[in-house]
């Protein structure tokens, strides 16, 4: 499962973040993977979703995944990528994902993107100088991810629904820690980290302000709810 959403992976980060982008290290587990990569820099929150759509939407295509033997100058001519530092034979067993990927690879792949389910990333940071690292999970552990992250959005939501905007002020910024550390999804999550940044104490009689996008304490409600109740169908998550 997972062998092939690395491939996914690694194409759509030279798509998002530059060709410069080459594999450094992979781990492949049942529901999950890790994947170590060269890029100077970490990876912004937009970069992350772009990186996280782009694979989505080769699984949703659902694409044959064809495997070919050949010797390795037929592979490199057909734009195979190979591995830095990786020694090869004469034949080489090379992947392909309808021309959105082509690697060089040994391991166990599925027939169709589109088995894979869903993909989504838990984490990125920095395992070393110039390399990267990102953590995702796919099938039933995406699934078992996503609904988490609904159930912290909806006790996040109700918690503050049960406050007044006076009582919200007061207790604002303990409820948003408790809620950012639960893993809200999204912008939804920048709107936390934001609110803790500049949260809504304010000088007296002036108005309540943050410093997201999207504006007032009623209108993240809203927009929470809005994600509670049909997360798949929000703009941030087509």
Known sequence: LNHSATHLLHAALRQVLGEHVTQKGSLVKADSLRFDFSHLEAVTAAELKEVERLVNAQI??????????????????????ALFGEKYGDRVRMISIDGYSRELCGGTHLRR????????????????????????????????????????????????QRMGRGELAEAGTPLLVWASDDGAPGWYRDQWTDWLDNPYHTEE????????DRGQPDNLLFNLNHFITDPLASEDFA
């Open 60 to 81: 949703r295509r659902n694409h044959t995944i064809e495997t070919n033997v050949m010797d390795i100058e037929s592979a490199k001519k057909k734009g195979a990528m």
């Open 113 to 160: 993107t589109g088995q894979i389910g869903l993909f989504k990333i838990t984490q990125e940071g920095g395992v070393a100088s110039g390399v990267r690292r990102i953590e995702a999970v796919t099938g039933r552990g995406a699934l078992a991810h996503v609904g988490r992250e609904e159930a912290a959005l909806r006790a996040a939501a109700e918690r503050a």
């Open 205 to 212: 009689g002036e108005e309540f302000s943050c410093s997201a």
